[in-house]
């Protein structure tokens, strides 16, 4: 019934806010922002603190979505961490947002993630793991976040990240981004070498 409900609110714009509610956490007070969208056909949410409509410089972390990192503690990559770590510097702003995107193992879906870690456990890497499967490094695009960013007004972005591609990608899709902030937690020894491949073949900005 809910993706039914969403394909009905989403005939009169590609990308369309359905719903907003008061979200309160253990990292503070939010409103959260469920959105559909005829893109990519997912549902995705803002998490936000205060009024950031018409605001410049707002500080803007894109979150893709981990169930293993962000619900089980997997300690195989560092999402978990960063997104907790999200939440508390949003938390303590007075105002910024927190796109959750719907777009698991870097786009290829849930369960082809788990055979990208079974790929691992036999050597390669997270990179060699995708392409052996048939994927690219990276499927993930911002079309949808760039216009989830302007469904909520936000007129330019501090954007939290350590992945330029993510900047590029934005401003080419109409998203001022006024600086990046850096955004490294979540090193342990079990992912050491996963942090090295985003940092050695993936490009991210990771001392």
Same mark, same amino acid.
């Given at each position: 019934?809910?993706?039914?409900?969403?394909?009905?609110?989403?005939?009169?714009?590609?990308?369309?806010?359905?719903?907003?509610?008061?979200?309160?956490?253990?990292?503070?007070?939010?409103?959260?922002?469920?959105?559909? %969208? $005829? @893109?990519?056909?997912? &549902?995705?949410?803002?998490?936000?603190?205060?009024? /950031?409509?018409?605001?410049? #410089?707002?500080?803007?972390?894109?979150?893709?979505?981990?169930?293993?990192?962000?619900?089980?503690?997997?300690?195989?990559?560092?999402?978990?961490?960063?997104?907790?770590?999200?939440?508390?510097?949003?938390?303590?702003?007075?105002?910024?947002?927190?796109?959750?995107?719907?777009?698991?193992?870097?786009?290829?879906?849930?369960? %082809? $993630? @788990?055979?990208?870690? &079974?790929?691992?456990?036999?050597?390669?890497?997270? /990179?060699?793991?995708?392409? #052996?499967?048939?994927?690219?490094?990276?499927?993930?695009?911002?079309?949808?976040?760039?216009?989830?960013?302007?469904?909520?007004?936000?007129?330019?972005?501090?954007?939290?990240?350590?992945?330029?591609?993510?900047?590029?990608?934005?401003?080419?899709?109409?998203?001022?981004?006024?600086?990046?902030?850096?955004?490294?937690?979540?090193?342990?020894?079990?992912?050491?070498?996963?942090?090295?491949?985003?940092?050695?073949?993936?490009?991210?900005?990771?001392?």
């Amino acid at each position: 019934m809910a993706k039914k409900g969403a394909a009905k609110n989403c005939k009169k714009k590609e990308v369309q806010i359905i719903a907003t509610a008061k979200l309160p956490t253990a990292y503070g007070n939010f409103t959260v922002v469920a959105f559909c %969208n $005829k @893109i990519d056909k997912k &549902e995705h949410i803002a998490i936000v603190k205060g009024e /950031v409509a018409g605001k410049p #410089a707002v500080p803007v972390r894109i979150h893709s979505e981990c169930l293993t990192g962000d619900v089980f503690h997997s300690l195989r990559c560092d999402c978990r961490a960063q997104l907790e770590a999200a939440l508390k510097k949003i938390g303590r702003l007075s105002r910024g947002a927190i796109l959750y995107m719907r777009q698991e193992g870097r786009g290829i879906g849930l369960g %082809n $993630k @788990i055979r990208a870690y &079974e790929l691992q456990d036999k050597g390669l890497d997270t /990179v060699e793991a995708n392409l #052996a499967l048939g994927f690219p490094t990276d499927m993930r695009d911002y079309d949808v976040a760039a216009a989830m960013i302007k469904g909520l007004g936000i007129k330019s972005v501090l954007l939290i990240t350590n992945n330029p591609d993510k900047m590029e990608k934005l401003k080419q899709y109409g998203i001022k981004v006024e600086k990046r902030i850096p955004h490294v937690f979540g090193k342990t020894r079990f992912n050491k070498s996963y942090l090295e491949v985003k940092k050695l073949k993936m490009n991210h900005i990771i001392s």
